[in-house]
């Protein structure tokens, strides 16, 4: 028999639940928000990786860097994206500012890039203008595998031009890209959604053929079918992919331009011997979509449920912004997802380079000295490692140790007052006694010897 229970009085009970909530509250100050999180040190060699492969290559190119603000009016967004749009209607991180105005944190890098396209005359420069960024974007969704509510975009936008080789240039880029980062030739899924001509027959064909079939779609697409229909096309719930099948076309629904134009970009592509994949229901979730779609799903991601990327062309949207017909495209791929396709294929990417010396200190002077000494030596160009936090000789030695940094400076209460210091070669053991005043020039001796054996060693 255990003990009897000891039954807690009714204010005993409601000190716990305080305490406890208290506790929660405190807890969540040192938690990321839902769907937001820290990239650590030990990530930061992907995001390295990729901006050194990526900036050459989108700069080779002919794309200049833009910046955009982070905030901006949440009106944009609606009048680009579309008031009816996932994104707009339920993603939005918007509120009121101090002076009343309704801002948003960005969503995407598109309509930021149009705004500051018109907002800077851009129209007056040789067209096209080619404009790429990097940074991170913002929706409210269901944090999930692969889906933040704080993600990461890189984007190219091409402005100022009709062509279908924009389009084909900009799917060569971004595939040429995704092949270097190591994840193998991913799949390009292309569309042609029509001009605001054709768009319309193709709405009223996909409105009757989903008549019969409500109750075969989930309630989201319901509402989606009397708000904007095409975006039915575009839902993963297994429900909804089977009862597409056998919905109408795009294709059958294109205007004579529009179909020339996809039949021209699908000849470029097939000149450039990029394979591609016809797929009619591709979309998109933004409204400013014409002509061109397009998605690129590494080699593994089937029903493209983690797109790496997509983009396509938008016509209209400057002319909606600012009266203006300046014809556009665009791509931009998430960067966390870009990532764990990385991981995905074991690729190697190039660890955070290792220090070239240890410098070690002992005693106070030789701690301040040893500063104006990392200083000189950083100038030169030599890495160098230390810890100023640690007094101790053997503890410091144990970090070079385990760095693997192979020379190690130390300066001691004595080579202080000598104006030397000494070196150690970590394998050998063996030390030496230099002049203070030679050091960056017999280091960089050192090292370059050091070197040449590591490339003889590895021939
Ligand atoms: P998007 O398809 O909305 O297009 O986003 C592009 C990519 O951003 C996605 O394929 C995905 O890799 C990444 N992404 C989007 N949402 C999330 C999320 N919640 N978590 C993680 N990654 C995400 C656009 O944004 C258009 N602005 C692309 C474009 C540029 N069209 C023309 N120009």
Redesign the pocket.
């Given at each position: 028999m255990g003990r009897p229970r000891k039954v807690l009085s009714e204010q005993a009970q409601k000190d716990i639940v305080a305490t406890q909530a208290v506790i929660d509250d405190k807890t969540k100050d040192v938690q990321s928000l839902r769907g937001m999180r820290d990239t650590l040190p030990q990530d930061q060699k992907y995001w390295q990786f990729i901006y050194s492969k990526l900036i050459p290559i989108v700069e080779a190119y002919g794309f200049s860097r833009i910046d955009t603000p982070i905030l901006e009016s949440t009106s944009l967004f609606k009048r680009t994206i579309g008031t009816d749009t996932d994104i707009v209607s339920k993603e939005l991180f918007s509120f009121i500012d101090k002076n009343g105005d309704d801002i948003c944190l960005r969503p995407?890098?598109?309509a930021a890039v149009a705004k500051a396209y018109i907002e800077h005359g851009m129209f007056s420069e040789v067209q096209p203008v080619k404009l790429y960024y990097i940074g991170p974007m913002y929706?409210h969704?269901k944090p999930q595998d692969?889906?933040?509510r704080q993600?990461h975009?890189f984007?190219f936008?091409i402005i100022g031009d009709r062509s279908p080789i924009l389009d084909v240039e900009l799917i060569l880029l971004v595939t040429e890209l995704y092949k270097e980062l190591g994840i193998g030739t991913p799949n390009v899924e292309i569309n042609n959604v029509g001009c605001k001509k054709c768009r319309t027959e193709y709405k009223q064909a996909l409105l009757s053929y989903y008549k019969s079939r409500r109750y075969k779609i989930c309630s989201n697409c319901n509402d989606r079918l009397s708000r904007n229909p095409f975006r039915v096309l575009d839902c993963k719930e297994d429900r909804c992919i089977e009862a597409k099948e056998g919905a109408p076309n795009f294709v059958d629904y294109l205007c004579d331009e529009c179909q020339g134009y996809f039949i021209k970009t699908l000849e470029h592509l097939d000149a450039l011997k990029i394979s591609y994949n016809l797929n009619n229901y591709l979309v998109?979730?933004?409204d400013y979509y014409t002509k061109t779609t397009f998605?690129i799903w590494s080699s593994n991601d089937k029903g493209g449920k983690h797109?790496?990327?997509?983009?396509?062309r938008?016509d209209y949207l400057i002319e909606d912004l600012c009266g203006r017909d300046v014809p556009a495209?665009?791509?931009?791929?998430?960067i966390?997802?870009l990532i764990a396709a990385m991981k995905e294929n074991n690729v190697v990417v190039p660890e955070k380079k290792k220090a070239d010396v240890f410098l070690a200190h002992l005693g106070e002077q030789a701690k301040i000295k040893s500063l104006i000494l990392f200083e000189e030596l950083r100038k030169e160009g030599v890495t160098v490692a230390h810890n100023l936090s640690k007094n101790q000789l053997r503890s410091q030695l144990e970090i070079a140790n385990k760095s693997g940094t192979r020379l190690v400076l130390i300066l001691g209460q004595k080579e202080v007052l000598d104006g030397t210091i000494i070196i150690r070669d970590m394998d050998s053991g063996g030390q030496e006694v230099i002049n203070f005043d030679k050091i960056p020039t017999e280091i960089k001796k050192r090292l370059e010897k050091l070197n040449q054996t590591h490339k003889e060693v590895n021939l």
């Open positions: 995407e890098g598109t929706r969704e692969q889906r933040f993600f975009q984007g936008e998109r979730g933004l998605e797109a790496l990327g997509g983009g396509g938008y495209c665009g791509y931009a791929g998430g966390e997802r």
